[in-house]
């Protein structure tokens, strides 16, 4: 039996199964937690019309946003069809429509400036470097030496989401640059890492938002930006530059290219180009 003291370690043992990434596996715990404590209920007495009111009080009443719908509409889910083993038609019937927004770019001039501005080495270098390879936060931060191939000027992601691995091209510049953070800069290590803290353990996630965010504003950004605008600023640049829509998906590691196909939609000499051949078709009119 299912009880309100066990679930968490049930649930946690499922999830592990279905290979779910610690951050699912947490995100989905806390959001059948809300649920159970909201409903007032133990695993065993939840019903399907139970969940049914519950994902209606987050849409109406706590008017959450989407992708919060959305990560409590999956938990559920998973909990009664996978945990508990029940097979609710309301699930089937859940659909949470995420808006379609345009991704904040920073122009190169302003990537530059945002990182020229970070004065701690080990820092600035790892920016540079999720910037310069269009990586995930979690990805730069788990790169290792030996993932760099410098003969074949690639740098071989492991486990990426989904996971999966994928090869990106490695810029001349940005090994250089590295080769010197190598010999100069670099702290000592207790692993692998290329990027470590002043312990030699990986740096935080959180440690290395807040030097962004403060780069930016010394920087005087006039527009919000995250570490994870670097990625999308550096899919932007590559499609303004005449890189193929499906060169840019593989280098991303995008399962879908609907979810590349968005930096079209920002590339400002894209804009030029088309009124460019616009004005020469219709110049007869």
């Keep these: 039996m299912i009880t309100l003291e066990n679930w968490q370690d049930r649930m946690r043992g499922d999830m592990r199964l279905h290979d779910l990434r ?10 059948v937690r809300l649920f159970l404590e909201r409903a007032q209920l133990t695993p065993e007495e939840a019903t399907e019309e ?13 008017l959450q946003a989407p992708s919060s719908i959305n990560i409590a509409v999956c938990a559920l889910r998973f909990f009664f069809m996978h945990t508990l083993g029940r097979e609710y038609d309301v699930f089937e019937l859940m659909r949470v429509n995420k808006p379609r927004t345009l991704p904040n770019v920073l122009s190169r001039q302003e990537v530059r400036h945002a990182l020229s501005v970070i004065e ?3 820092r600035r270098v790892a920016l540079t470097t999720i910037y310069a390879l269009g990586l995930r936060l979690g990805e730069g931060l788990r790169l290792q030496v030996g993932h760099i191939e410098s003969n074949r000027h690639v740098v071989m992601v492991k486990s990426g989401k989904g996971p999966k691995d994928r090869a990106v091209p490695l810029p001349q510049p940005l090994l250089l640059r590295l080769r010197h953070y190598w010999k100069h800069e670099r702290p000592e290590l207790k692993e692998k890492l290329l990027f470590v803290g002043a312990e030699g353990n990986m740096i935080h996630e959180s440690t290395l938002q807040k030097t962004f965010t403060a780069a930016c504003e010394d920087a005087k950004l006039q527009r919000r930006a995250t570490i994870h605008t670097l990625r999308h600023s550096y899919a932007t640049h590559l499609i303004e530059a005449g890189i193929s829509l499906r060169t840019v998906q593989d280098i991303l590691g995008h399962a879908n290219l609907r979810t590349t196909e968005v930096y079209m939609h920002v590339t400002v000499p894209g804009r030029e180009r088309v009124q460019e051949v616009v004005d020469q078709l219709m110049s007869d009119l």
């Design 50 to 62: 139970d969940v049914r009111k519950y994902v209606l009080h987050l849409r109406d009443e706590r």
């Design 120 to 122: 701690h080495p080990v």
């Design 22 to 31: 610690p951050r699912t596996i947490g995100g989905y715990l806390l959001a």
